[in-house]
């Protein structure tokens, strides 16, 4: 595995980010739109809305990211994180990228006092389930989640 260092994303990085970010979207069947990709990474980083952690190969270039929505678990009466993106360059996968990154996850909500993380994927992603599982996120099968856009125009 090559060295891989993972950070906190600044916006010096919101450019490098926003192509991966587009391409995340672009594997959820949207289509690529690079300035609403970097209006968006550079809105979430500039606002403090999100976590965005990067990992960087030894030369400094950005070959993933992730993204950690904060909300709140009325249950456990605690803070959690969503864990909404993350994506790996391909020419960077099975390098270690998004291992690295779900570590550097779970140090960043642990070190800042949350109760827990959450993510979801496509059913079909069989590779990032299987990387998910082996770190020890455990797939719920009690709850079913449901999705509704609130807007005409919501695509998501």
């Given amino acids: 595995m090559n060295a891989i260092a993972t950070r906190p994303a600044t916006l010096n990085d919101v450019e490098a980010v926003a192509e991966l970010f587009d391409a995340y979207?672009?594997?959820y069947q949207?289509?690529?739109d690079l300035p609403m990709a970097i209006?968006?990474?550079?809105?979430?980083i500039a606002r403090a809305e999100s976590v965005v952690i990067v990992a960087c190969n030894v030369a400094g270039g950005v070959v993933?990211?992730?993204?950690l929505y904060p909300l709140f678990c009325s249950v456990a009466a605690a803070p959690i994180y969503i864990l909404y993106d993350l994506?790996?360059?391909?020419?960077a996968r099975k390098s270690g990228?998004?291992?690295a990154l779900l570590l550097a996850a779970e140090r960043h909500a642990e070190q800042h006092g949350?109760?827990?993380?959450?993510?979801?994927?496509?059913?079909?992603n069989l590779p990032a389930q299987a990387l998910y599982?082996?770190?020890?996120w455990v797939r719920d099968e009690a709850f079913q989640v449901y999705a509704k856009a609130v807007r005409r125009n919501a695509k998501g």
């Avoid at 993933?64 to 993204?67: A, H, I, R, S």
């Avoid at 827990?116 to 059913?123: P, V, Y």
Wanted: charge should be positive; proline fraction near 3%.
């Fill in 25 to 27: 979207r672009q594997f």
């Fill in 30 to 32: 949207r289509q690529a």
């Fill in 39 to 44: 209006a968006f990474m550079r809105e979430r």
């Fill in 64 to 67: 993933g990211f992730c993204q």
């Fill in 87 to 91: 994506f790996v360059a391909p020419k």
């Fill in 97 to 99: 990228v998004g291992r």
């Fill in 114 to 124: 949350f109760a827990r993380m959450e993510l979801s994927t496509a059913k079909t």
């Fill in 133 to 136: 599982e082996s770190l020890g």
